[in-house]
């Protein structure tokens, strides 16, 4: 497996399936990394802890960073490469970094968008930076992060002449056997909190029984509820009963705050 740090290199991986990281690899990851792989294309994965899409305050710090068992992890699923970039060179000093146009659904929701105001703007930057310097094909990206994932799909659709050979395609939310999504972190939750996190799963499987019904379950978990909804799957908006609808939760337990999303 090559390890790729410089980024006047990378000619030679543009067309490859991509899977988009910030290390901490855990099983869901894997599962993308086995899909990428699974493609006709050698697969790349990028591992970079983007400082942009931390809000001040935020865990940008203590974020889970463990390069040597990410290497090995992807190593183990078959990726034929790891890009590693350092900060300097995905922002580098001359500012010469393009912010896409944010898509509607990332700031119309007021669900993600309106609880980390600063984080998909990070997240677009930091994406189209990635899909400019690998120009990937196949680009893999977790349920898990479900407006994230619609996004992303938004801003390469607006941005077809600029990647041209790019589709996204999601990966299915891993869960833990007790049901609890995995997500780096994960590492925050402590064994007696376990039981509480686990509310989020179990309300989302309400979720045909209505919002208040969500919310009633984790506020008796004593979780600090930030939303708790059924909207449109693609839009994020208002849910149609005609067309495809998702539950979405976001909640803090103890400081550590849970994300997760079910298909209703
Ligand atoms: O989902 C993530 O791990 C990150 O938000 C991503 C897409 C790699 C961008 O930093």
């Known amino acids: 497996m090559q390890i790729l740090t410089d980024i006047d290199s990378l000619e030679p991986y543009y067309g490859w399936s991509c899977v988009p990281t910030m290390g901490a ?48 992890i992807a190593r183990a699923e078959g990726a034929a490469a790891v890009f590693t970039p350092a900060v300097d060179d995905i922002y580098p000093d001359n500012g010469d970094v393009w912010d896409p146009p944010l898509p509607a659904v990332a700031n119309g929701p007021l669900l993600e968008d309106a609880y980390r105001p600063h984080f998909f703007a990070g997240v677009c930057t930091v994406v189209a930076r990635l899909f400019d310097l690998l120009q990937p094909g196949e680009c893999f990206f977790g349920e898990k992060d479900w407006q994230q994932l619609q996004v992303i799909r938004a801003l390469a659709n607006s941005h077809a ?81 005609h067309r495809p609808q998702r539950a979405l939760i976001a909640a803090t337990l103890d400081g550590t705050r849970l994300i997760d999303n079910a298909v209703v």
């Open 161 to 241: 002449e600029r990647w041209p050979h790019l589709s996204v395609t999601a990966g299915q939310t891993i869960r833990e056997p007790d049901g609890l999504a995995m997500s780096s972190r994960n590492v925050y939750i402590a064994d007696d909190q376990r039981d509480r996190a686990l509310a989020i799963s179990q309300a989302l499987s309400l979720a045909d029984q209505g919002e208040k019904a969500m919310r009633q379950l984790l506020v008796s978990a004593n979780l600090d509820v930030d939303y708790a909804v059924v909207r449109d799957a693609e839009t994020l908006l208002d849910a149609d009963e």
């Open 25 to 72: 690899l855990h099983d869901g990851h894997r599962s993308l990394i086995r899909q990428a792989v699974a493609t006709e294309r050698p697969a790349v994965v990028t591992i970079f802890v983007n400082p942009k899409q931390f809000a001040p305050g935020e865990d940008y710090a203590t974020y889970p960073r463990n390069l040597d068992r990410d290497l090995d």
